[in-house]
Each structure stands twice: as structure tokens, then as C-alpha cells.
């Protein structure tokens, strides 16, 4: 096998976002690259995997050790300037990746974060994985801070979907939603905050009032969005907005970890409300 051109057939890969393809070719080529002695080729290809898994939000430990294993590499022996781009890449990977663990941990402790999304996924509620940069550039583009609560999810979760546990009980036992999916933090999907049918839409489309962020909806098909509400200083509460009933405006939780925390399976509806189906 040319591990060179193998190599240039995953870059061509990963410029046309077919990741499976390219993420494949990747990991059949590293251990190729490390038996051949090829210490160029096992930097740039250990380094290129690295970032392609980072940008899709998997195996962070892994990514850890390939960088590792590149930076070590890379000081054993003398390299043209050629790679220095890489390994600067790689220290920032690095830096993040760090970052990534230092803040595990933070919220959401009594919850299984692994097992938080359904296995059926809707691609209009995933996006890229969140990282630092792109949440500043998401705060900036908004005008907003994120909950720390809300950014810590969608980058130890995953960026968005549909989950496991999607009923939230109203106050009082007075009934209870259901969430269709959660926004991801982003520009490109459909459903991200900043995507296509973003707070905006809802606004300038359906006339929704300007309460704060939309960061959820309902199987209503748009006539009720789960907001975070800003309009009181402080961290944002979560709270239901309703069209068909005059916009009006349920508060759910005071905040957007109460939310999560809150929210209920089928069966644990079934023990809360007896006509629960």
C-alpha cells in the first residue's frame, strides 16, 4: 500500500466532509507509517487523525496519546521546516484537549453524559464539536454569554440531538413537554442556535417575542420553543413559550442544569402521571 498517496486520498477525504471515509484510511495507514519507520509520514498522519476526532467530539484520549506520541517524535530527530505548521497545530490540540479534562466534571455529575443522546440521531441537531474559539465566536455573534451549564453539555455530551430523556414536568404537575431536540452550539446545522431556523427565524417568521435564545423545541412543530430567558440579569432561566396561547411564558427551571437534571424518562412519567401513555 503507497502510504503517501493514501494519506493525500484522506486529506482529499476530509475536503469533501466525507470524515468516515477519511478517519478509515487514517487509522489503516498510521500503523503502516510506524512499521516502515516513516517518521514524517506517522507525524503528519498521527496529527491529521488527531484533529479530524477532535472537530467530531470522539475519543479525546486517543487524541491525547496520538499527539503525544507525534510531538515525542517529532524532537527525536531533525525535520525540514516543512512540519512545523503541524506540530503547532498539534501544541494547540494539545492545549485543548487539556482544557477538555481539566473542566470534566463541572456539572452534571449525577448524570451519565455518555449515555445522555438516543442512538437515532437527527443531523439537523448536530453540529461540529464547540470548541473554545467557536464558542466566543457564537457568544459574539449573539450578543450573549452562554450558561457555562449549557457549553459544558454540548462539548461533553456532544454538540446537540435528541435525548434519552426528553419529558419535563410543568410546575405544579400541571401537565408536562416533551423536547423534539436541543440546539447544538454552531453555524452549520439547521437547528444550531446560529443555524438556519436559529431564534431569529422564530422571531422574524412566527413573531415570537424576544425572550432570549431558543435552545429547544417540541413535537408542535414550532408552536412551542424552549427558551433560555434573558431578559433579568444573571444566568438565564429556562423557561416554555407558547404560540397558539398568546405567546404565553411557563418558567421550567432557573436554570439551564435544573432543566437538564429535570428531565424525565417514559417510564418515570408513567410513575408521575397515571394517564401518561
Same mark, same amino acid.
Not at 507525534?70 to 494547540?92: G, N, R, T, V, Y
Not at 453539555?153 to 440531538?161: D, E, F, P, S, Y
Not at 420553543?225 to 418558567?251: C, H, K, M, W
Given at each position: @500500500?503507497?502510504?503517501?498517496?493514501?494519506?493525500?486520498?484522506? $486529506?482529499?477525504?476530509? &475536503?469533501?466532509?466525507? /470524515?468516515?471515509? *477519511?478517519?478509515? +484510511?487514517?487509522?489503516?495507514?498510521?500503523?503502516?507509517?510506524?512499521?516502515?519507520?516513516?517518521? %514524517?509520514?506517522?507525524?503528519?498522519?498521527?496529527?491529521?487523525? *488527531?484533529?479530524?476526532?477532535?472537530?467530531?467530539?470522539?475519543?479525546?484520549?486517543?487524541?491525547?496519546? $496520538?499527539?503525544?506520541?507525534?510531538? #515525542?517524535?517529532?524532537?527525536? #530527530?531533525?525535520?525540514?521546516?516543512?512540519? &512545523?505548521?503541524?506540530?503547532?497545530?498539534?501544541?494547540?490540540? %494539545?492545549?485543548?484537549? #487539556?482544557?477538555?479534562?481539566?473542566?470534566?466534571?463541572?456539572?452534571?455529575?449525577?448524570?451519565?453524559? #455518555?449515555?445522555?443522546?438516543?442512538?437515532?440521531?437527527?443531523?439537523?441537531?448536530?453540529?461540529?464539536?464547540?470548541?473554545?474559539?467557536? %464558542?466566543?465566536?457564537? /457568544?459574539?455573534?449573539?450578543?450573549?454569554?452562554?450558561?457555562?451549564?449549557?457549553?459544558?453539555? @454540548?462539548?461533553?455530551?456532544?454538540?446537540?440531538?435528541?435525548?434519552?430523556?426528553?419529558?419535563?414536568?410543568?410546575?405544579?404537575?400541571?401537565?408536562?413537554?416533551?423536547?423534539?431536540?436541543?440546539?447544538?452550539?454552531?453555524?452549520?446545522?439547521?437547528? *444550531?442556535?446560529?443555524?438556519?431556523?436559529? +431564534?431569529?427565524?422564530?422571531?422574524?417568521?412566527?413573531?415570537?417575542?424576544? %425572550?432570549?435564545?431558543?435552545?429547544? &423545541?417540541?413535537?408542535?412543530?414550532?408552536? /412551542?420553543?424552549?427558551?433560555?430567558?434573558?431578559?433579568?440579569?444573571?444566568?438565564?432561566a429556562v423557561v416554555l413559550v407558547d404560540q397558539e396561547n398568546d405567546f404565553a411564558i411557563t418558567p421550567l427551571a432557573a436554570n439551564f442544569e435544573a432543566f437538564?437534571?429535570?428531565?424525565?424518562?417514559? *417510564?418515570?412519567?408513567?410513575?408521575?402521571?397515571?394517564?401518561?401513555?
Amino acid at each position: @500500500m503507497n502510504i503517501d498517496q493514501q494519506f493525500r486520498k484522506s $486529506l482529499y477525504y476530509l &475536503d469533501k466532509g466525507k /470524515e468516515r471515509e *477519511a478517519l478509515k +484510511t487514517l487509522e489503516t495507514i498510521l500503523p503502516l507509517a510506524k512499521q516502515a519507520e516513516k517518521n %514524517v509520514a506517522t507525524i503528519q498522519i498521527s496529527i491529521v487523525l *488527531a484533529h479530524a476526532l477532535f472537530l467530531r467530539g470522539e475519543r479525546f484520549t486517543y487524541c491525547q496519546k $496520538l499527539l503525544h506520541d507525534a510531538l #515525542e517524535l517529532s524532537h527525536e #530527530e531533525w525535520f525540514d521546516d516543512m512540519l &512545523d505548521e503541524e506540530i503547532q497545530q498539534a501544541k494547540k490540540l %494539545v492545549a485543548e484537549i #487539556e482544557q477538555y479534562f481539566a473542566e470534566t466534571g463541572q456539572y452534571f455529575q449525577a448524570i451519565d453524559l #455518555e449515555q445522555f443522546w438516543a442512538d437515532v440521531q437527527d443531523k439537523s441537531y448536530r453540529d461540529r464539536y464547540p470548541t473554545k474559539q467557536i %464558542v466566543h465566536q457564537i /457568544e459574539q455573534h449573539l450578543t450573549i454569554q452562554l450558561p457555562a451549564s449549557y457549553t459544558y453539555l @454540548m462539548r461533553h455530551a456532544g454538540n446537540g440531538g435528541i435525548p434519552r430523556r426528553y419529558h419535563f414536568p410543568l410546575p405544579n404537575q400541571n401537565g408536562y413537554i416533551t423536547i423534539q431536540g436541543f440546539m447544538p452550539i454552531g453555524f452549520e446545522a439547521p437547528n *444550531a442556535i446560529c443555524g438556519t431556523y436559529a +431564534t431569529q427565524f422564530w422571531q422574524q417568521e412566527w413573531q415570537y417575542p424576544n %425572550v432570549g435564545l431558543v435552545i429547544a &423545541d417540541t413535537p408542535s412543530g414550532g408552536h /412551542e420553543l424552549i427558551f433560555l430567558d434573558y431578559r433579568s440579569p444573571g444566568e438565564p432561566a429556562v423557561v416554555l413559550v407558547d404560540q397558539e396561547n398568546d405567546f404565553a411564558i411557563t418558567p421550567l427551571a432557573a436554570n439551564f442544569e435544573a432543566f437538564i437534571c429535570g428531565l424525565k424518562s417514559d *417510564a418515570e412519567m408513567a410513575h408521575l402521571f397515571p394517564e401518561f401513555d
